[in-house]
T-cell receptor, first 112, second 113 residues
């Protein structure tokens, strides 16, 4: 079955700094999803990537999927306290109808 | 629009008690699923459903039952609660099996003492 490895597990950055979170799959991805979770709350959908080489941006967050569709990165520019939370990548498998498989998450703290 | 609604938000159970976590969605989604989230473990799939009357097991199904009698509702039953089931539970729904975002409820924080 599909496995997703996220790195780093946790990250502390100073406000205004840029950062990158990575998600690596053991198999070729049908679709890659990024979610954000604020502490104690549900998951909020950020972006979905399906095509090799695809890149999407929303406000100061950019997500990319590599050409081989096995690795994705999430880049935050000029981090703010509102970016703090847990970022999770999820993926569709090519075969079957199983729900999204998720990585273990990256916990981001932004300090002033 | 409510999206995915989970109840209760918090629950404390004694070992051996049973309970049902409720999940309802109003988006007419066929695909629904239950995950549990534990520190350092990410989201792990418990059970899922691809439509009314159809359910299947995920990665960690032991100790849990589900049923899907309507498109809207997908309850999760704990048969005999154990401390190992202390976790945060999330219900999710999506329009299709692939290529669409999953919508999540706010979660149920369950403690088994």
């Amino acid at each position: 079955s599909q496995e997703l490895e996220q790195s780093p597990q946790s990250l502390i950055v100073q406000e205004g700094k840029n950062l990158t979170i990575n998600c690596t799959s053991s198999k070729t991805l049908y679709g890659l999803y990024w979610y954000k979770q604020k502490y104690g709350e549900g998951l909020i959908f950020l972006m979905m990537l399906q095509k090799g080489g695809e890149e999407k941006s929303h406000e100061k967050i950019t997500a990319k999927l590599d050409e081989k569709k096995q690795q994705s990165s999430l880049h935050i520019t000029a981090s703010q306290p509102s970016h703090a939370g847990i970022y999770l990548c999820g993926a569709d498998e090519y075969s079957g109808n199983t729900p999204l498989v998720f990585g273990k998450g990256t916990r981001l703290s932004v300090i002033a | 629009n409510a999206g995915v609604t989970q109840t209760p938000k918090f629950q404390v159970l004694k070992t051996g008690q049973s309970m049902t976590l409720q999940c309802a969605q109003d988006m007419n989604h066929e695909y629904m699923s239950w995950y549990r989230q534990d520190p350092g473990m990410g989201l792990r799939l418990i059970h899922y459903s691809v439509g009314a009357g159809i359910t299947d097991q995920g990665e960690v199904p032991n100790g849990y039952n589900v049923s899907r009698s309507t498109t809207e509702d997908f309850p999760l039953r704990l048969l005999s609660a154990a401390p190992s089931q202390t976790s945060v539970y999330f219900c999710a729904s999506r329009l299709a099996s692939k290529g669409t975002e999953a919508f999540f409820g706010q979660g149920t924080r369950l403690t088994v003492v």
